[in-house]
C-alpha cells in the first residue's frame, strides 16, 4: 500500500536520499523530499527535525532520514517525544523495528549501507505493521520517562 513519507539527509547522506526518493516514487510511495538540494555541508538534526514536524503532524506518515553513519539522525529524532526512529544496517532491523517497536522513522547510513541494500530496508520498512499487543505496552512505557 501507498505510503506518505517525508525524507531528508544531511551532506553525506545526500546521495542515498537521491537514490531513495526515486525509487519510492517508482514503488507509488508519495514522497515529499525535504532537502539538501545539493550535497551542501549542513547539520543532521536541522534535517532530522524538519522530518519529526512533518511525520507528528501526519496521519500515520513516515519518515526516512539519512546521514553518514545514521547515528546522529536517529539520536536527534529520538529527542523528540512521539518518534520513535530506527537505525536500521539489516533486513531483520527493519522488519523488528516495525513489528515490535512500531517505528515511524527509518534512519539509515550511506558510509554504512549500500544502496541496493538501503532501498531493501526501506521496503521492509514501508510493508511491515506494527503488530500491537504486548509490544504496544512496551512501547507506550516510552512516555513514562
Ligand atoms: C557528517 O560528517 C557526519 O558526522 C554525519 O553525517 C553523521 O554520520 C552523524 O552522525
Known sequence: M???VFIA???AGFSLKQVLVQHLQEKGHDVVDLG???AVSCDYPDSAFKV???VLSGDGSFGILICGTGIGMSMAANRVKGIRAA???CEFHARACRE???????CLGERVTGKGV?????DIFLETEFLGGRHLRR???FNTK
Do not use: Q
Open 100 to 106: 515490535h517497536n512500531n517505528a515511524n522513522i527509518l
Open 52 to 54: 519529526t514536524d512533518k
Open 87 to 89: 537505525l536500521a544496517t
Open 2 to 4: 501507498a505510503k506518505k
Open 139 to 141: 512501547i507506550e512505557l
Open 36 to 38: 539538501p538540494e545539493e
Open 118 to 122: 538501503a532501498m531493501d530496508l526501506a
Open 9 to 11: 539527509s544531511d551532506h
